[in-house]
């Protein structure tokens, strides 16, 4: 059983940046690949990033490549999410969740979620 909380949201001005934080519980957190998507108002929940367990393969969706880094440190149990040059369209409430399969996009494959934490880009 992993628990995940978000943290790190907020208000932002368009260009800004946020780095969005997500701690696990327990001591299997190096076991899992973990991502990051999020869901707009209204749409449908998206793919944002994803990493490997290692930290050693990142992906990205192609909407936050060169903008966005995911990054994990397993000694703290946290996977971060570095939001760069951040658009009114990021708005969303972002969510990091935990795989023991990594397909990156495939929401499905991911066994355990977090809470959320909205991030808002105002223009």
């Known amino acids: 059983q992993v628990q995940l909380v978000e943290s790190g949201g907020g208000l932002v001005q368009a260009g800004g940046s946020l780095r969005l934080s997500c701690a696990a519980s327990?001591?299997?957190?190096?076991?899992?690949?973990m991502g990051w998507f999020r869901r707009a108002p209204g749409k449908e929940r998206d793919y944002v990033a994803a990493i490997s367990r290692s930290g050693g393969s990142t992906y990205y969706a192609e909407s936050v490549k060169g903008r966005f880094t995911i990054s994990r440190d397993n000694a703290k149990n946290t996977v971060y999410l570095q939001m760069n040059s951040l658009k009114p369209e990021d708005t969303a409430v972002y969510y990091c969740?935990?795989?023991?399969?990594?397909?990156?996009?495939?929401?499905?494959?991911?066994?355990?979620w977090g809470q959320g934490t909205q991030v808002t880009v105002s223009s």
């Open positions: 327990g001591r299997t957190f190096g076991t899992y690949a």
């Open positions: 969740a935990a795989t023991l399969l990594l397909v990156p996009g495939q929401a499905g494959q991911y066994n355990y």
